[in-house]
């Protein structure tokens, strides 16, 4: 039950942010009604507010609270596309390995010793080669992130190569939602909501299915050459 404790503070967190309201505050609606006290307060005290984002965007993580592409818009609304990126990508790094230590606390050893089959091959895999196959998962924008943040700890991954894994593949999509945000100002203005399906469109998917790809070339390139070193007299 200890092991489970960590992983029921932030489901409860969760329900409690949700049943508070959370919901309707992580909304567009909410950002336009909002957005030139926002402006104001990041003008008079914009070192405290972005601390404040980054908290705020770790705890919404943490507990995997709905909202995280209107919280990564704002960040690039608030503090531009640098800031806002890095704003983004520290606090999700954050919040995402809070909920991989209690799910790797609570459920790794459990569901690892489960594991049979294919289920046991796949978990296999990811133990080998961990930061590429993560790095994959996260650049994919079809992944949930909750999911991600959940599935290495299924296999034990190390603290540091999950934050690594994490900061990294999480780079292009936060910089492509604050840039976003950087226009947001005007759209909320004509009573509009931001087009976030520029992060499938083309121009965007591409390089990133082109940046997942390349993180598994050493994979592919260490399988090849296994079958040719075991022939070899």
């Known amino acids: 039950m200890r092991r489970w404790l960590p992983l029921l503070l932030l489901a409860a967190g969760l329900v409690t942010a949700l049943a508070l309201g959370a919901g309707e505050w992580l909304s567009f609606e909410r ?11 990041v003008a008079a005290q914009p070192l405290a507010v972005w601390l404040g984002f980054v908290g705020l965007y770790a705890v919404a993580t943490a507990v995997s609270l709905p909202g995280g592409a209107v919280l990564s818009i704002t960040g690039g609304f608030l503090f531009g596309v640098w800031l806002g990126t890095l704003g983004i990508v520290i606090g999700a790094t954050l919040g995402a390995t809070v909920l991989f230590l ?21 978990l296999a895999e990811l133990s080998r080669h961990p930061l590429q196959y993560l790095l994959v998962l996260r650049l994919v924008p079809a992944m949930p992130f909750w ?9 034990g991954m190390r603290v540091d190569t999950y934050v690594m894994g ?7 999509g936060s ?9 947001l100002d005007e759209v909320l203005a004509r009573g509009d909501t931001p087009d976030v399906s520029v992060l499938v469109s083309a121009p965007v998917l591409l390089p990133i299915l082109a940046l997942a790809a390349l993180s598994i070339v050493p994979v ?4 090849w050459k296994r079958p040719a070193a075991e022939i070899q007299p």
Request: proline share 3%; aromatic share 2%; net charge positive.
């Open 220 to 223: 592919v390139v260490r399988r």
């Open 166 to 172: 994490t900061a990294l593949g999480i780079i292009p």
């Open 102 to 122: 209690a799910a790797r606390s609570a459920m790794g050893q459990v569901l690892r010793a489960k594991a049979r089959g294919v289920g046991a091959q796949v």
């Open 31 to 41: 950002l336009a009604v909002e957005r030139q006290r926002l402006n104001g307060l």
């Open 147 to 155: 999911l991600v943040n959940l599935l290495p700890a299924l296999v």
């Open 175 to 183: 910089a492509v939602l604050a840039w976003i945000g950087v226009g």
